[in-house]
């Protein structure tokens, strides 16, 4: 399994950004996958999940209406839309799988990390 | 959506044991056995290390046990190694289909 991200770099407030990580080495469309975010020196905050077949989404109440997760199973990638960000969305952000298959629900036990992206907010 | 609360540090010489634990309440590690334990060494992505409360994933080493009871969850890392000295983070499904992590724990070996 690899999950690589890209597209984090330094954003103005109230800017946008698209994140994407592509996937190999499994069947993509058969896991839900999740962003999860750490900001410097922190904990981890789980921010979306998007299920396998991209029918359910949900949201973390920080990013709710501002972030936007999907995924394109016919290219691997997984994507992570971020709008009016703010400073405190600056982190590492990263993208897991699920450690099941086909889970519409319970997602929550993530076996594979990319090594994750860095998202700075900041004027 | 509050975090799950773990200890900001333990510490143990070689060879001994430490415990881990994280406490949620019963709209998360109460109310699902959903809960796993993930290990960082700095600089690094996490690894999961302990899934449905206290299940090893293959290739983990069987230092590591965990358990839950009511709303806390545990994890003890026996026969420390100095290759253990890194950040733990528990984590659970929780009500209204969101995650929640704790804080964090920094090993010291």
């Known amino acids: 399994v690899q999950l690589l991200e890209s597209g984090g770099s330094l954003v103005q407030p109230g800017g946008s950004l698209r994140l994407s990580c592509g996937a190999s080495?499994?069947?993509?469309?058969?896991?839900?996958m999740t962003w999860v975010r750490q900001a410097p020196g922190k904990g981890l905050e789980w921010i979306s999940t998007?299920?396998?077949?991209?029918?359910?989404?949900y949201y973390a109440d920080s990013v709710r209406g501002r972030f936007i997760v999907s995924r394109d199973n016919s290219m691997n990638t997984l994507y992570l839309q971020m709008n009016d960000l703010r400073a405190d969305d600056t982190a590492k952000y990263y993208c897991?799988?699920?450690?099941?298959?086909?889970?519409?629900?319970?997602?929550?036990?993530?076996?594979?990390w990319g090594q994750g992206t860095l998202v700075t907010v900041s004027s | 959506q509050s975090a799950l609360t773990q200890p900001r540090s333990v510490s143990g010489s070689p060879g001994q044991s430490v415990t881990i634990s994280c406490t949620g309440s019963?709209?998360?590690?109460?109310?699902?056995?959903?809960i796993s334990w993930y290990q960082q060494h700095p600089g690094k992505a996490p690894k999961l290390i302990i899934y449905?409360?206290?299940v090893r994933p293959s290739g983990v080493s069987d230092r590591f046990s965990a358990s839950k009871s009511g709303d806390t969850a545990s994890l003890t890392i026996s026969g420390l190694l100095g290759e253990d000295e890194a950040d733990y983070f528990c984590?659970?499904?929780?009500?209204?289909?969101?995650?929640?992590f704790g804080g964090g724990t920094k090993v010291t070996v």
């Open positions: 449905d409360a206290s």
């Open positions: 998007v299920t396998g077949s991209a029918t359910k989404t």
């Open positions: 897991v799988k699920d450690l099941l298959r086909n889970r519409l629900l319970y997602w929550s036990q993530f076996d594979s």
């Open positions: 019963s709209s998360d590690i109460g109310d699902y056995n959903y």
């Open positions: 984590s659970s499904y929780a009500r209204g289909n969101i995650v929640l």
């Open positions: 080495g499994f069947t993509f469309d058969s896991f839900a």
